[in-house]
Structure formats: structure tokens, C-alpha cells
């Protein structure tokens, strides 16, 4: 069965190469560009996994993660932070809320966050 995936990034030329990999590789793909759509997209489209920026305008991605964590529906969706914010400068709340992996964009190819995804739900 196709895995879906949420994509929640502001940065709207960064959510589209990443839709491109993505759907290249098999994945079926919906984008959100706040953390708001974020939860009301994610919750109409139930994703396998969510790729979350953390900076973003109307409500952040640790927001997101925060109040996604307190619903039925989105406590057990994987997570994979991906955004140019180091770990050290990262929200303490993000260790409480079940992240699968935590990427600096600066730091990786989109093919090594494909291998990091494909890893991720095995």
C-alpha cells in the first residue's frame, strides 16, 4: 500500500522539491504551509508520517506537534523535524512529544532525507 505523507513547511520552493522527491520515489504527498493547516490537513488526510518545519507563521511546528500529540487521531503518527534550527536552539517540549528523527535542512541532501524516511517506516 502507497504511505502518505504530510508535509508542513512555509518555505513553499523547500515543500515543493520535497513533494517532487517524494512522489518520485511512490509516496502519495499533501502539503501544509502552517501548523493550523497543518492539523486540519493531517487530520482529513491521515499521513503515515509528517515532515514538520519548526518556524513557521500562524503556529509554529512544536504548536503543532503539541496539540497533534493530544488527539486520538494524531498521537501515533511518526515525526520527522526538519528544519534549519540547530537541536541545541530546538523547543525542550520536542522530547516529550515522540519525534522520530530531527534533521537540519543545512545539513542533508533530499535523497538522504528520502533514506532517513524510508528508514523511518519500515
Known sequence: MQKKIAIVED????????KFKLESAGFKTCVASNGVEGL???????????LLDLRMPVMSGDEMLEKLRQTEWGAPI???ILTNISRDEAPRALGLLNV???IVK?????QQVLDIINEVLL
Open 11 to 18: 518555505d513553499r520552493p523547500i515543500a515543493e522539491m520535497y
Open 40 to 50: 486540519v490537513v493531517i487530520e482529513e488526510q491521515s499521513p503515515d508520517l509528517i
Open 106 to 110: 543545512a545539513h542533508h541532501t533530499p
Open 100 to 102: 522520530d528523527r530531527y
Open 78 to 80: 511518526r515525526v520527522i
